[in-house]
């Protein structure tokens, strides 16, 4: 991009989170990392598509125009590796020190998230997490976040190491560890053929939506319908097509999702696994 194209596409792209331009802060980062949270799903459906309409071999590099265009739309949100790389280029554009970094969840990599260098500190920015991550993570200190009945620990254990911890079942349990240097490129790519594998991963074999608040986390997992408020949890399961479709709409806020393209891509690969039952 021109520095032009580029001024227009960031002007866009905080137009979608109904922000002004403002001068590099720690406030202002703030309030980007919570808009983001709050009005970019995390969501599976766009990497399940991407997989059908490339069935082999590797599938194509992302396209940060392409992304802007299908965020504003509401058609869609991602997951870690989209979201990593459009905050990376906001924020560089807007004036931050900023860089990718990758975590280990289950293979190397399998994790992005953004860090920010700012009067002298580090903050981590993980807006592409599934979890409600609303604002800047400083990096020199435990942290715990808890929100909508939710806790989760970040927690430096070496200079260039954090790890992400969640309470589950009354104890914290270990779920991320980060390494809190450039991504590598290559280990970039790798990791995001890997999360279009199929059999790898979660990104292509499962049809995920999750969106966050500080008040409320909405989690739909294929049929299964989850929401976390501080006063619990509340499951239900869809049962037909116009569910999936006023839920996108209505809880995620992206009511041009193609889900029914990204559920009959699914459906289709189960039929195509399945014995044939001929003799």
């Known amino acids: 991009m021109t520095p032009a194209d580029m001024h227009d596409w960031a002007a866009r792209y905080l137009g979608l989170l109904h922000l002004e331009r403002r001068e590099p802060s720690l406030a202002a980062l703030t309030e980007i990392t919570r808009a983001h949270v709050e ?6 459906i766009s990497s399940i598509l991407r997989r059908s309409e490339t069935p082999h071999g590797p599938v194509p590099p992302l396209d940060s125009e392409q992304i802007l265009e299908t965020w504003i739309a509401r058609r869609g949100g991602g997951v870690c590796f989209e979201v990593t790389l459009m905050l990376d280029r906001l924020l560089r554009a807007l004036g931050y020190s900023t860089f990718p970094v990758l975590a280990r969840i289950g293979f190397p990599g399998s994790h992005q998230a953004n860090l920010v260098e700012l009067d002298g500190r580090h903050y981590l920015v993980d807006a592409g997490n599934g979890a409600p991550f609303s604002e800047p993570i400083p990096l020199e200190q435990t942290v715990e976040i808890r929100r909508a009945g939710l806790a989760y ?29 450039h991504a590598d490129e290559r280990t970039q790519e790798t990791a995001y053929q890997l999360h279009h594998t199929i059999g790898r991963s979660w990104v292509v074999d499962n049809l ?69 039952g001929r003799a």
Not at 153 to 180: C, H, K, M, S
Request: proline residues 6%; glycine residues 2%; charged residues 25%.
């Open 208 to 276: 995920v939506l999750v969106r966050c608040t500080d008040d409320h986390v909405w989690s739909l997992r294929d049929a299964e319908l989850r929401q976390f408020t501080r006063d619990g949890k509340m499951v239900r399961q869809l049962a037909d097509a116009s569910e999936y479709r006023a839920v996108a709409a209505d809880m995620f806020g992206v009511p041009a999702l193609p889900i029914d393209a990204a559920r009959a891509a699914l459906a289709a690969r189960l039929s195509a696994e399945a014995p044939s």
């Open 39 to 44: 009005k970019v799903p995390f969501e599976s």
């Open 153 to 181: 620990r970040f927690r430096p254990t070496a200079a260039t190491v954090t790890w992400q911890d969640r309470f589950i079942d009354g104890n914290w349990q270990p779920f991320a560890e980060y390494t809190l240097t």
